[in-house]
């Protein structure tokens, strides 16, 4: 995503990919020498300026993944990662102020048209203060290791070994646990990725040339596409009276619903200007408004990257610097789920510690709410405190073994999924490992995140299907995308997911007449729309090898994924194009080091 480009130029130079064919086009040495003479004189000279010539991002790939880059770009963008960043930490360990390293950096940004000055500008001010606290603070951080939490790749490795690090789990005989006796199903409904915007303007630029479009004040001369009332396919989040009416329609149409998952991401992707202070005030209002929609409904909440600020830093619990502590969003939702009736009081500790808590609703089944944000490479405390931050996944092999010795089935909520290419490796060969030792007990993972509607499936060193992660998709239709909710049909004797139907309208219908409420509609139920006997995790593996050879499945799966939405499914993919969407649903074990 752009965003994380933009705040990685907090320590280093992006280089553009389509241009750089191998590393012997890149002279690193000559051009740290070059950022270091820039940056202590204020001056340039011709061969700085051919440089950033050379380098300069083309707007059309500004939303880009840094992961995705192609094998020689990798090797060229983590050189210039290493040398820059180095000398980044070099300069402000010899005494640069913050003042000056944030002028600079937002002077390159707009060189090398990452973004505009103004984008620029506020996402390095917000994010300076935790990346030179870290830096100050961490006398052996190495621009190795930041460049290695960041690319993670063969040609970037992360070597050091304060990442290699294991968690404790009980490896005796699982446990098997009997099924309750004629229990009623229940039906739970997965909301997700709202990015709610309080600046969305009906009618407003659709196509600013900023991260997020569709808001109040951007530069409305030359309009090429007006926003939506009911949202929009650009990078445009959504209306306040978009949320009320997704919210009003779920509680008139499902009057059944047992709990109510929602997996994050309130906070919408102005990311250059958020505030502690705005942060605050679209939680507390989005958090209200679940509460009054479905009453004494239980609703099991967890936090999305979007939520701290700035984006995605959550910080360990002993930091406490104002500026930069994520321990006032922690209190904040603590305060506000426990208030509202939805956690007990004893979910307090943990929420305060790290942002995550387990309750059990009903004897023999219990939910683990985690905060998987933590995993984030795009979180800096992650160069701070590499090792199991909050000591979240010790605390989840824990709460499984009680969990199995107390006869309790579970489900497990996390917004970003294992599956995601942002994931520390380290964290996430952990986490499997977890999953598949107490598989027998986990019956659902619910994620968020992708905004897509996707699944994964956990496999275990032997290549069986051990698990299932649902992904709920989003309200939000950022970007090119249909908003959508799932309702879960779960077995009530031992709460696996039996099916689920997803709901969604089509944002191009929906803006064709703004005085009417958008139509709703099942899009699809699971079993029918793939042909399966039920949803097991050995019944999905059957079914997906069986789709990765049937064109039919394929373009099935890949026009849900996408949710319909015509500008994404107009995009050029051919048939292995849409299977690598397939592809994804694979999670196998990573080995130790």
Not at 71 to 82: E, H
Not at 430 to 455: L, M, P, Q, T, W
């Amino acid at each position: 995503m752009w965003v994380n480009k933009l705040i990685l130029f907090v320590l280093f130079l992006s280089v553009n990919s389509s241009t750089i064919r191998s590393i012997e086009e890149v002279d690193v040495d000559e051009l740290a020498y070059e950022i270091d003479l820039w940056a202590s004189t204020n001056g340039t000279t011709v061969l700085f300026e051919e440089m950033i010539e050379h380098l300069r991002i083309p707007t059309e790939i500004h939303n880009s993944d840094w992961r995705t880059f192609s094998q020689g770009a990798d090797i060229a963008m983590c050189a210039i990662c290493r040398a820059t960043a180095k000398l980044y930490m070099d300069l402000r360990r010899k005494g640069m102020t913050a003042e000056e390293i944030q002028k600079q950096i937002t002077k390159l940004c707009v060189l090398l048209n990452v973004q505009k000055e103004r984008v620029c500008k506020g996402v390095i001010e917000l994010n300076i203060p935790t990346v030179l606290y870290i830096v100050d603070t961490k006398p052996n951080l190495t621009a190795d290791t930041i460049c290695g939490v960041i690319f993670e790749s063969k040609s970037c490795p992360l070597a050091n070994p304060e990442f290699e690090w294991s968690i404790v789990i009980d490896n005796s005989s699982a446990i098997e646990i009997a099924e309750n006796e004629a229990e009623e199903p229940l039906k739970i409904l997965q909301l997700t990725d709202f990015h709610y915007d309080p600046a969305y303007e009906p009618r407003g630029n659709a196509q600013c040339g900023e991260p997020l479009c569709c808001r109040k004040g951007q530069n409305n001369t030359n309009v090429k596409s007006l926003a939506g009332y009911w949202g929009d396919y650009n990078s445009c989040d959504t209306p306040w009276h978009a949320i009320v009416d997704a919210l009003t329609h779920i509680n008139d149409t499902h009057r059944d619903i047992n709990y109510v998952y929602f997996t994050g991401d309130v906070i919408d992707h102005g990311v250059w200007e958020t505030s502690r202070e705005g942060n605050t005030k679209s939680l507390v209002k989005i958090y209200k408004k679940i509460y009054e929609t479905f009453g004494n409904i239980p609703v099991y909440p967890i936090l999305g990257n979007h939520e701290p600020h700035p984006l995605n830093q959550f910080a360990p619990k002993n930091i406490t610097l104002d500026d930069i502590t994520t321990n006032w969003l922690y209190e904040l939702v603590a305060d506000l789920w426990i208030g509202y009736g939805w956690l007990p009081e004893s979910t307090r500790g943990t929420i305060h510690h790290g942002g995550y808590y387990t309750v059990s609703p009903t004897k023999g089944f219990r939910v683990i709410a985690l905060n998987s944000n933590i995993c984030y490479s795009y979180n800096w405390w992650l160069w701070y405190t590499p090792r199991d931050p909050d000591n979240q996944l010790q605390w989840l092999a824990d709460t499984l073994r009680k969990a199995e010795e107390n006869q309790e089935f579970v489900h497990i909520l996390s917004h970003i999924p294992v599956n995601t290419n942002a994931c520390l490796k380290t964290w996430k060969r952990e986490y499997i490992k977890i999953i598949n030792r107490y598989s027998h007990i986990i019956k659902a993972e619910f994620n968020g995140h992708s905004h897509n509607d996707e699944v994964a499936i956990f496999y275990n060193s032997n290549s069986e299907a051990q698990n299932i992660a649902w992904n709920g998709g989003s309200i939000t239709g950022f970007s090119k995308l249909n908003p959508n909710y799932k309702v879960y049909n779960v077995n009530g004797s031992n709460y696996a997911v039996n099916d689920y139907q997803n709901w969604m309208y089509d944002i191009g219908s929906a803006n064709k007449d703004v005085n009417k409420r958008p139509k709703w509609f099942k899009s699809y139920s699971f079993k029918a729309e793939y042909g399966l006997p039920e949803l097991s995790a050995g019944s999905l593996n059957n079914w997906l090898h069986a789709a990765l050879n049937n064109e039919t499945l394929v373009n099935k799966y890949y026009n849900n994924f996408f949710k319909h939405a015509e500008p994404s499914l107009k995009e050029n993919c051919n048939l292995d194009c849409k299977k690598q969407y397939l592809n994804r649903i694979i999670i196998n074990p990573i080995p130790d080091n």
